[in-house]
T-cell receptor
Framework: AQKITQTQPGMFVQEKEAVTLDCTYD???????LFWYKQPSSGEMIFLIY??????QNATEGRYSLNFQKARKSANLVISASQLGDSAMYFC?????????????FGKGTSLLVTP | NAGVTQTPKFQVLKTGQSMTLQCAQD?????MSWYRQDPGMGLRLIHY???????DQGEVPNGYNVSRSTTEDFPLRLLSAAPSQTSVYFC?????????????FGPGTRLTVT
């Protein structure tokens, strides 16, 4: 069963607007972590933001924030004031405490295109 | 710190050939992993290691071998390459000291099997 679901294969947003990228997850662990990574066309994986399952506040990192709704098992990424350089693939991922080695389960990604 | 390094960046193999993808990290991380990325599939875990001498299988281990003789190095071996192994391969490492510690990725190896 898919542990991370990203339902938006592609998204468009205009420069300076905010955009929300959806992510839902499935786990029976009480302890888990949720991550978002950005992959530009150059191919590297860039860490953006982390949310722990016990964190009461939503995580924020600059223009990135994570809208964490634990009961709904969702961890949406919000990018405020989009920039042209935000055009990239975005991956949601989960780490479960029961998963030895701290490896990540990834979603299939959302392609974001920021237009002028 | 160089972080996570991978060699080669690109490789073309013929079906049946074997090769080793190299991965090294200089952050003294205990945990290392190999992923493959295929179009429309996200990243899938091949093998991982929780320390020197300890490895285990991930989601898609068939056709690959790993070993971890040192903390720094975690090579991935393709035993007999098949076209289905055409993919981009990422090595990653993370520290066991913090559960929320991000996983650091190498730049990737783009492998084509003809």
């Amino acid at each position: 069963a898919q542990k991370i679901t990203q339902t938006q294969p592609g998204m468009f947003v205009q420069e300076k607007e905010a955009v929300t990228l959806d992510c839902t997850y499935d786990t029976s662990d009480q302890s888990y972590g949720l991550f978002w990574y950005k992959q530009p066309s150059s191919g590297e994986m860039i860490f953006l933001i982390y949310q722990g399952s016990y964190d009461e506040q939503n995580a924020t990192e600059g223009r990135y924030s994570l809208n964490f709704q634990k009961a709904r098992k969702s961890a949406n990424l919000v990018i405020s004031a989009s920039q042209l350089g935000d055009s990239a693939m975005y991956f949601c991922a989960m780490r479960e405490l029961s998963n030895s080695g701290y490896a990540l389960n990834f979603g299939k990604g959302t392609s974001l295109l920021v237009t002028p | 710190n160089a972080g996570v390094t991978q060699t080669p960046k690109f490789q073309v193999l013929k079906t049946g050939q074997s090769m080793t993808l190299q991965c090294a990290q200089d952050m003294n991380h205990e945990y290392m992993s190999w992923y493959r990325q295929d179009p429309g599939m996200g990243l899938r875990l091949i093998h991982y290691s929780v320390g020197a001498g300890i490895t285990d299988q991930g989601e898609v281990p068939n056709g690959y071998n790993v070993s971890r003789s040192t903390t720094e190095d975690f090579p991935l071996r393709l035993l007999s390459a098949a076209p289905s192994q055409t993919s981009v391969y990422f090595c990653a490492s993370s520290s066991r000291r913090r559960f929320g510690y991000e996983q650091y990725f190498g730049p990737g190896t783009r492998l084509t099997v003809t």
